[in-house]
């Protein structure tokens, strides 16, 4: 060989994006191919094939380390720094003399592929050591190293290199042969995961996040919307995708390549073994969340997402009366970004999440920090690795039942939850509380029929809490201090309609438009209700538009933990029951009140006019009859029907509750499914019959309203009641037959009218009755709205 002269220089170099600490601090060896030191010695010039062989074979053992040789030499486009730009880690291509033997030079080129694999493996270990990568990445680059310095490069400097030195004989199949009994096929394996690692860096780089974020929600809504079993609840998710590929997403590369070499045994055994050496940390957090409700993950590798931790490093945020259900509802979250796939099958994700968040209810109105001491699986050495199939549901089901035990002690021993219920059914659903409707209701009339205002909501909270005292003070209560009178900014309809419209997506609402005879009365449905009335009875705004009871509403704000069943959307349905039954309460109220101003009152039980007075006023009483008849039938059926016997299906359920039995998500939905009967059932999730019951509501007002204002009319319509009116007032006596019979026509044609669109309005609202019970019954079980609608029939013929 003819030795060169050359001049190593060492700079230092500017620094790269990226960099880590890991990172160069000097430049990479002289090239060969860019500064030529050595001249090789022509190949085809050799005659001895040993000697070849043995100059091969030492260019190799400088390859598999990642150098230059001789006559093995970086391709021209090789460059050591662009290896470590961007996410993609590209190792070197080497060349190979061209007048290489061609036995030894398909050896080489089997051989240098080792070299490349180094170098990729080095740089990757390298670049993804840093934390912000994860505790599963570094861990995997920490086994790669471990790899390459205690098995490859012992392989490479404790065996091969002295062989070389010593043994005459060794050569490049002894290397070939030597190099795939020890660790070519582990090589092989990490090479291959980690280009699909760097790969997925590259991918995550260069996609839009927020889109695909968007597009995983939209097809996360398809699949709630599809499925039916624990699975397909609708539990928050968090779908937002990580920036660089974290814990459960390295994990799941590592099992889809264990799954792709199931049928080799070697593989299979170092996979298994690289798996649950790099999981340790995943298992560790597993464990503690399943077992302590804690969760300790600084770079968002886990399975589930604290979403109160903004940042790194922001301390936790503080549970108060105003966020406690904000936080239980969203705080802990599934992350669908590298959810491993034993954890998406079933409903294991669902308690895996239900769990910790069980847990975490429990340490925090409790006050503790750990937990593991209290009903105790079992001596317990610390989760070794991920569990699979049935092992991972026994694993999981084990301590969701454990945590449903701790909650139920909690709520049931703690908080006496089945007594907050029927409180609930009795002080804020006013079921079966004459007590509230005599001491408060009834005192309260007359400013509910007053228009909307700030006084009027004064007057009425002053009532109310001397009803609260009162009854406070004869027996404790949780659920009545808690609640506070107010007059919505909306009216009842107009609430409804926020939950259900015609134009949204409801079918049940469409089709009930179409329905048959029934969308004849379409626009008797939709346009307001306006009765001329020349008395001046009539006229004015809507019904629903002025009078309190329309604004009545009782909140009530439910202290933590109990919010984590009874919740902000419970407390609204109920509310909207609340609001529906009051609202019937006083309509029959009023009506009751009517019925003793038409047969009590001794100006209606006069006939001096005749047999049109007395007609017209027998005509009066059946009308009322009819709206009490109507309004009576449906508070009897909302009270008795619907509540009554929801309440009765659902209290045995919540008292039969135990310690074994009990499961905090199934509680939640009982409740759920309870409130959505009384709702749907109330029919408060049809916008078209609830704005056909405020016009009837309306009809009935203006009725009662007209009838209470007759006194003074009917005396002028009687000669001797007149006769004793006009004296008593001011002395004259002079009688207008023409205008009293004139009057008595006016009164007819306005009782006409009533009488009409009551009679409408109540035949609309029984067929939408009947047709909406035929729709609704495979959506609400068994229906008593057709037993409704045959009884609305009876009443309205």
């Known amino acids: 060989m003819e030795v060169r002269r050359g001049v190593d220089d060492v700079c230092e170099l500017e620094s790269f994006p990226n960099s880590s600490f890991l990172s160069r601090l000097v430049n990479y060896q002289p090239l060969t191919h860019a500064h030529l030191k050595v001249k090789s010695y022509p190949l085809d010039q050799i005659k001895s094939q040993r000697v070849q062989e043995s100059l091969v074979v030492r260019d190799l053992l400088f390859v598999l380390v990642g150098l230059e040789g001789v006559y093995i030499r970086y391709n021209n486009s090789y460059e050591p720094q662009t290896g470590m730009e961007g996410d993609e880690i590209r190792g070197p291509d080497f060349k190979i003399a061209k007048s290489m033997d061609l036995s030894l030079k398909n050896f080489a080129k089997w051989i240098v592929k080792l070299g490349k694999m180094f ?16 505790a599963v990445l570094h861990r995997l680059c920490c086994e790669i190293r471990a790899f390459l310095v205690h098995e490859y490069m012992r392989c490479l400097v404790d065996v091969a290199e002295e062989d070389f030195k010593t043994n005459a004989e060794f050569g490049i199949r002894e290397l070939g042969q030597l190099l795939s009994k020890s660790c070519v096929y582990k090589m092989q394996l990490l090479y291959e995961l980690v280009q699909d690692v760097s790969q997925e860096m590259a991918r995550r780089a260069l996609m839009d996040r927020d889109e695909a974020d968007f597009q995983n929600f939209i097809k996360d809504l398809k699949m709630e919307k599809e499925t039916t079993d624990h699975s397909g609840l609708l539990f928050m998710t968090d779908s937002r995708i990580s920036a660089h590929a974290r814990g459960g997403a390295i994990l799941q590369m590592v099992q889809d ?17 690289l798996l649950r050496k790099i999981s340790a940390q995943y298992c560790s957090m597993l464990e503690e969340w399943l077992t302590n409700g804690s969760l300790e993950d600084p770079y968002d590798e886990f399975m589930v997402a604290d979403t109160a931790r903004a940042s790194q490093g922001q301390a936790q945020v503080a549970v108060t009366a105003l ?111 004459p007590t509230f409707f005599r001491t408060f209701f009834c005192r309260s009339l007359v400013e509910l029929t007053k228009t909307r205002h700030e006084t009027v909501q004064s007057k009425l909270r002053r009532l109310f809490e001397d009803y609260q005292k009162a009854r406070c003070a004869e027996r404790g209560s949780l659920v009545l201090p808690l609640m506070n009178l ?25 089709d009930l438009l179409q329905a048959r005879d029934f969308g004849n009365l379409r626009d008797m449905l939709l346009r307001d209700l306006e009765l001329q009335d020349s008395s001046g009875a009539g006229g004015g705004p809507r019904a629903d538009s002025q009078y309190s009871i329309h604004y009545l509403q009782f909140e009530l704000l439910v202290p933590f933990p109990l919010n984590t069943v009874v919740s902000k959307t419970c407390v609204m349905q109920y509310q909207m029951m609340q609001r529906h039954m009051l609202l019937l309460h006083y309509y029959n109220e009023i009506l009751q009140n009517t019925w003793f101003e038409i047969n009590k009152n001794k100006v209606w039980r006069h006939t001096g006019f005749g047999p049109d007075l007395a007609r017209w006023i027998r005509r009066c009483r059946v009308v009322h009859h009819r709206m009490s008849q109507f309004m009576k039938l449906l508070l009897e059926y909302t009270t008795q029907d619907v509540v009554h016997d929801g309440w009765r299906t659902l209290e045995p359920r919540v008292h039969a509750y135990d310690a074994a039995g009990f499961d905090l998500h199934q509680c939640q939905a009982q409740l759920e499914q309870f409130l959505a009967n009384l709702v749907s059932h109330s029919l408060l999730t049809s916008a078209s019959l609830v704005r056909l019951l405020v016009q009837i509501t309306d009809s009935v007002h203006k009725f009662c309203k007209f009838v209470t204002s007759l006194r003074k009319t009917l005396c002028l319509l009687d000669l001797r009641l007149y006769t004793r009116y006009e004296a008593q007032l001011r002395g004259e006596h002079y009688y207008d037959e023409a205008a009293a019979l004139a009057k008595l026509r006016e009164m007819q044609n306005y009782l006409a009218v009533v009488s009409d669109h009551f009679r409408q309005l109540s035949a609309a609202f029984a067929e939408g009755v009947r047709y909406y019970g035929d729709h609704g019954s495979s959506r609400f079980g068994v229906n008593p709205l057709l037993a409704l609608a045959e009884r609305l029939n009876d009443i309205v013929t």
Not at 121 to 133: A, H, K, M
Not at 258 to 263: D, F, I, T, V
Not at 379 to 407: C, I, K, M, W
């Open 119 to 134: 170098v990729v493996l080095t740089q990757f270990g390298e670049r993804y050591s840093d934390p912000v990568y994860g």
């Open 257 to 273: 390549k264990l799954k792709a070499n199931w049928g080799d045994q070697r593989n299979v055994e170092f996979l298994q073994g």
């Open 323 to 433: 966020n406690s259900e904000r936080l239980w509802d969203t705080r802990y979250v599934i992350r669908k970004d590298g959810l491993l796939e034993q954890f998406n099958e079933g409903d294991v994700a669902f308690k895996v999440l239900m769990t910790g968040k069980s847990l975490h209810l429990f340490r925090t109105c409790c006050e503790l920090q750990d937990l593991k001491n209290l009903l105790p699986l079992g001596p317990s050495h610390g989760l070794q690795e991920l569990p699979h199939g049935t092992q991972l549901t026994l694993y999981v089901d084990a301590h969701y039942a454990r945590a449903n035990h701790l909650v139920w002690k909690l709520l049931y021993e703690g908080y006496n939850l089945p007594r907050v219920l029927q409180e609930m059914q009795h002080n804020f659903l006013m079921h079966n509380n």
């Open 486 to 510: 107010q007059l919505d900014r909306r009216s009842f309809s107009s609430t409804i309609e926020q939950f259900s419209s015609e134009a949204a997506a409801d079918r049940g609402n469409v």
